[in-house]
């Protein structure tokens, strides 16, 4: 009877735990005004070009950026000012090395200087919505010459909306599974090209009191509807994984960490040169992290001034009796040093 009584109340508290709602944790991004986030960005690129008579030359990229994120209100819901605080780069290709540190002045200049140099003094905003979303952005109309490093206006929007694009914005369950796509810029040769993912939660871990969600990322190529005749070149989607760990009390992705490997050719029925290469393979491993959490100090609204201090008010006029009780002191003063000297 007893190992029967406790089978049985085994059995029903485990009917009991399933059937309790599990609770979910909110995945929607938010940004706090008065406060700047400061995240590091590393890609490793690893690329293998077809040069004529050489067949494929592998080029090999690291490139390192941190950024700061000022956010302040905005009428829209919050407004956040990006700014590359520091931007560093190796490149190597043949034998041959390129490094760029913008904090450094021996490695700010030649080629990599003259094109990286203009994101280092580049700054935007991107406008998000009260609900989290990407409303908008500011100030990548004017940005010059590092869009040939492929970080330009497309580049760095779709880099503002990332963590966006990636977060549900609701409540989700444990094993709850979530579709969403991301654009990969591609530049003129290779057009634009469209990651599906889809992501889970697998679990929620506990890390100094916080809840920290644990998503998975798994990205195949999403199919445009037609063809664009005009692109020279065609990439598709080899792999697509990453995870990223989100913090649910900040509303943040401490990290992301995604690899992406791509394959670029000519398209279908464009005939190839004899002896040319076909595929052009590109691997790219990158990691966002978020470094600091700071307090800002939000600048004032336009058309707000700061209060003016008041002027000092003036002495009151001195009346006649006054007057003459001063001349009448400074007479007396004068003739007690006469005889003071005597």
Do not use: C
């Amino acid at each position: 009877m007893t190992t029967t009584f406790a089978v049985s109340i085994a059995v029903l508290a485990a009917l009991t735990l399933a059937t309790l709602p599990s609770k979910g944790v909110e995945l929607r991004l938010r940004w706090e005004p008065g406060k700047r986030y400061v995240f590091d960005n590393t890609a490793d690129t690893s690329m293998k070009m077809p040069l004529p008579g050489q067949g494929l030359i592998e080029t090999t990229a690291n490139m390192t950026m941190r950024v700061h994120n000022d956010v302040s209100s905005h009428k829209e819901g919050v407004k956040v000012g990006h700014a590359f605080a520091s931007v560093r780069m190796k490149q190597q290709m043949q034998g041959l090395e390129m490094e760029y540190d913008s904090s450094d002045p021996a490695k700010s200049g030649g080629l990599l200087g003259t094109v990286l140099k203009p994101l280092t003094e580049t700054k935007f905003a991107a406008i998000y919505g009260e609900d989290g979303s990407l409303v908008g952005t500011e100030g990548l109309d004017d940005l010059q010459g590092a869009g040939q490093m492929g970080m330009g206006k497309e580049e760095l929007e779709a880099m503002a909306r990332q963590s966006v694009d990636l977060l549900p914005g609701k409540n989700v369950e444990v094993g709850e599974t979530w579709n969403t796509d991301v654009d990969l810029p591609m530049g003129e040769l290779g057009g634009k090209v469209t990651i599906r993912y889809v992501l889970k939660l697998e679990e929620i871990l506990e890390e100094k009191g916080r809840k920290i969600a644990r998503v998975s990322m798994m990205g195949t190529t999403k199919e445009g509807k037609a063809e664009n005749k005009e692109e020279i070149l065609r990439t598709k989607v080899k792999e697509a994984t990453g995870t990223m760990l989100f913090d649910v009390e900040l509303g943040q992705p401490l990290e992301i960490a995604s690899t992406v490997v791509l394959e670029t050719g000519l398209p279908a029925g464009i005939p190839q040169a004899p002896g040319a290469p076909g595929k052009m393979p590109l691997k790219t491993v990158s990691v966002q992290k978020l470094v600091s959490v700071e307090d800002f100090k939000e600048a004032p609204s336009a058309g707000k001034t700061e209060p003016k201090s008041k002027p000092a008010e003036a002495a009151p006029a001195e009346s006649k009796e006054e007057k003459r009780a001063r001349r009448k002191a400074r007479k007396e003063k004068r003739l007690k040093e006469k005889g003071g000297v005597e």
